[in-house]
């Protein structure tokens, strides 16, 4: 089995190339610079790879298309909006959203799949986007996959994204058994030296390690401790009912 997978170097799709090791799939990963304000992600999916290769058979190319940047700049990733904090779930994160992002990278993705003879390409899409990003929810998947499939009838290649209806809680779970080494994974949409640990993705990520009861291995003992306190802090100031 051969696929193409998006990786950014994140909690999800770092879980996700260990899933499809664990399979036996031969894993052909590309991680893509778009100018996107927390670029520190490549660093960490090329170091993330380099740990992985021992598992199976697994190539890694990082793409830059960030020509394409004043096209899609706009928002908080792309754009000059600042970088919302607080809980996915909440108005504000649709900031976060690159206009069309998942679109343009699974295009790009598929045409790699075509010409190296995969059949699959994965991303790692979860049922915590849901509510804020249109380009993770099922219905895009299946529209998009029936899109491929009519523009590649020569050359099938199927859309693919087995964490579709997992939180990420239950990704870091699944990543757990796997192995998966976190501290070498990037959530921080700032992109600083260190994660802020106030902004959405830096909050959905503590929730996560936080329910399954362990320290995010990324951070250092008073980082945990203090993303914690801000967890909690957001998680007082939702609005219940």
Known sequence: MKAVLILSGGVDSSTL????????????????????????????AKKLVEKAKKFGKLEHRVVDISSIHDLISKGAITGEDGIPEGFYTEERQKATIVPNRNMILLSIAVGYAVKIGANEVHYAAHKS???????????????????????????????????VEMTKSEIVSLGLKLGVPYELTW???????????????????????????????????????????????????????
Request: charged share 30%; with cysteine.
């Open 129 to 163: 986007d849901y509510s804020v990003y249109p380009d993770c929810r099922k219905e895009f998947i299946k529209a998009l996959d029936t899109a491929i499939y009519l523009g590649n009838l020569w050359s099938p290649v199927e859309l693919k994204a087995p964490f």
């Open 17 to 44: 190339l260990y899933y499809l090791l664990s399979k036996g799939y031969e894993v052909s990963a590309i991680t893509f610079i778009y100018r996107q304000r927390h670029s520190k992600e490549v660093e960490f």
């Open 187 to 241: 959530s921080c949409y700032r992109g600083e030296e260190r994660p802020c640990l106030t902004c959405g993705t830096c909050v959905e990520r503590t929730e996560a390690f936080l329910s399954n009861g362990i320290r995010d291995p990324l951070l250092n003992e008073e980082e945990w401790r203090k993303a914690v306190e801000i967890y909690k802090g957001f998680k007082e100031n939702v609005p219940r009912g």
